[in-house]
């Protein structure tokens, strides 16, 4: 069975900055595009951030310019950096991995709660 382990969500002040990670050792991470999504309560599940298997990068607009989407194929993990986080990036956040459009895996999720 094929696991994403995502960490580092929490609890953060508006402002403040959080920092993702997901490992997936399962799969062979290198020829994956690797993506983060959200989904709020009530909300459709959206897009944060993508990097290809070649690394290039893709945002949702409500996240440009403040998170930023890495990864380490020698680690094989991804990782979001979220800077500037407001109470509406709280959320649930689902790493994700897609091959082609033949495989694609889901990671459990993590919460992520901006709040004063």
């Known amino acids: 069975q094929v696991q994403l382990m995502e960490s580092g969500g929490g609890l953060v002040q508006p402002g403040g900055s959080l920092k993702l990670s997901c490992e997936a050792p399962?799969?062979?991470?290198?020829?994956?595009?690797m993506g983060w999504y959200r989904q709020a309560p009530g909300q459709q599940r959206e897009l944060v951030a993508m990097?290809?298997?070649?690394?290039?990068?893709n945002y949702g607009d409500s996240v440009n310019g403040r998170f930023t989407i890495s990864r380490d194929d020698a680690k094989d993990s991804v990782y979001l950096q979220m800077n500037s986080l407001q109470p509406e990036d709280s959320a649930v956040y689902y790493c994700?991995?897609?091959?082609?459009?033949?495989?694609?895996?889901w990671g459990q999720g993590i919460q992520v709660t901006v709040s004063s």
């Open positions: 994700h991995a897609k091959w082609r459009d033949l495989v694609d895996y």
């Open positions: 399962d799969i062979v991470f290198a020829m994956y595009d």
């Open positions: 990097i290809t298997d070649e690394h290039r990068t």
